[in-house]
């Protein structure tokens, strides 16, 4: 399907002010004045994140409590139990936490639920377990909980004080917890709001460390909690949060120091996933985050977790091969679903009637709809849905969204066959009783056709800036690396060039790749263009979308166009 290329508008006197400011090169100074750093100040701002900038953790609601209730737990020898979730943010949360309460001494349980037999956040049959089995004097949460009513009533009950982090958005009611540390309750400031739960756990133990430092304990003083920053960046990043503000600060120094990490876990995951360069945002989103995932999403996380945790160089090997195992078992899960769902769905598919997409089946794994749901999402272009049935006919489904589709208004059009949905606007889930499934479907077409328009099917090409290629020199390849992390809130910039040709014909590299040249004026850079090689390329000019990027060959850098999309030139 053609792409609708965009252009980022910008103010053109303001990036010439910033070019002649700053001395960075102009199309850096358009992205940046597009993205809101309008001043000199504001942009040594963003290319110079600062520790120092980080605001006071306790600025956080209930923070003070939560420290204290900790403090007291320490001096008591308390059992703290803490409670994570199955994803990368929930075990870096966890991993986080256990490291700094036993750096401080205290005795620190770890806990994760189980996907399919616990559900997701703190529910009452795992808290009930974790209070027979543990004996804690506190549950501490990390990445779940703000909602959790029953089980906070049921620990209370036993005498277990709960402490909430968490950061994702409070429904109607708040659980009654000693603490709930959150900074989408009513109170946190702006800058704090986008943090993932890992930054909350973050927050917590520099608050911690703060408050006992202050009172001269020594085993506060000798926790370096940068050191710790390796675990914040991967939660950060793998979580999909705006890359802005502190976590932008979080996720640069964390990215540092996971590329001189201590933690054994974490190397041995590098190597079993053939990372032979610097950590960037790319290889957490997609070779480290997705193998921390992978045991979770096919039953529990605490391998992942041990890997996080052990000092055993060799046992860290072990888990590491362990979860490249997993992982590479649910590619081949989710290759199937993919395959099945597609099947299923061409067989009926017609893109002027099918505005949404639904794909149900019974032997699906619920693990696994989440990633399938945003393949199809990413292949019709379209809002999609799988569910995956289970053998009491419970249908547990997972939504992605398009940009011009408020996910979870649509499912509330759809509420009356729905048992119960939640999410935000590009992502969500539900259930829904299979006898239900194909009236929803159909519900849920007609309610996104209401809504959208054919137009706003037409997958979207985000064009940062126009240049010429004799501007994709090594000062503006310098001045992206310190852009950088890019991800959610700061996407890698898309560069346009009118009037393109390719020299010679364009080979086939690898699986379905295309390798070629592009000369525009005087000026030829090396060019792929990923999973395009079954693209048609048109004769004559073209105009050309592209990132750039530093490649590194046997010892040489290059600068290469990773392309996005082309077209004919329009002149």
Known sequence: MLKNWTTVSVDEALVDALAGQTRLPRPACSVLAARGHDTAEAVDAFLNPRLSKLSDPFLLPDMARAVERIE??????????????????GITSTALMVHVLTGLGGKAVPFL????????????EPVERCISEHRPGVILTVDCGTG???????????????????HHEPGDTVAEACAVVNPKLDGATDPLRYLAGVGVAFKLCHALLKALRDKGCAAAEAIDLRKHSDLVAIGTIADMVPLMEENRVLARYGLLEANRTANGGLRALKEVAGIKTDLDAYHIGFMLGPRLNAAGRLGTAL?????????????????AAELDAANRERQQVEARMIEEAVAAIDAQYDADRHFGVVAAQRDW??????????????????????IAVDEEGVGRGSCRSISAFNIVEGLADCAGLLQRYGGHQMAAGLQ???KNIEAFRERFNATVQARLTKDDLRPEQRIDAWISLRDADWNLIECLERMAPFGLGNPKPVWAVRD??????????????????????????DAIAFNSADREIPDGPLDIAFQLNRNTWNGRDTIQMNVQDWRPSQG
């Open 72 to 89: 007291q737990a320490l001096a008591n020898d308390e059992t703290i139990l803490v409670y994570g979730d199955y994803d990368v943010d």
């Open 113 to 124: 639920p189980h996907r399919v037999d616990d559900g997701y956040g703190l529910s009452a």
């Open 148 to 166: 959790s009513v029953e089980a906070v009533k049921i620990a209370r009950a036993a005498g277990v004080d709960v402490i909430v982090t968490d």
């Open 303 to 319: 391998r992942s977790l041990e890997l996080l945790l052990t000092p055993d160089m060799d046992q860290a090997g072990i888990i």
């Open 365 to 386: 794994h619920p693990g696994v709809i989440g990633i399938v749901a945003s393949r199809l999402c990413a292949r019709y272009s379209r809002p999609a849905i799988v």
């Open 432 to 434: 829904v009783a299979e």
């Open 500 to 525: 393109a040709r390719l020299l010679g014909e364009p080979r086939v590299v690898g699986q379905n790749h295309l390798k070629m040249a592009v000369l525009e004026g005087n000026t030829k850079l």
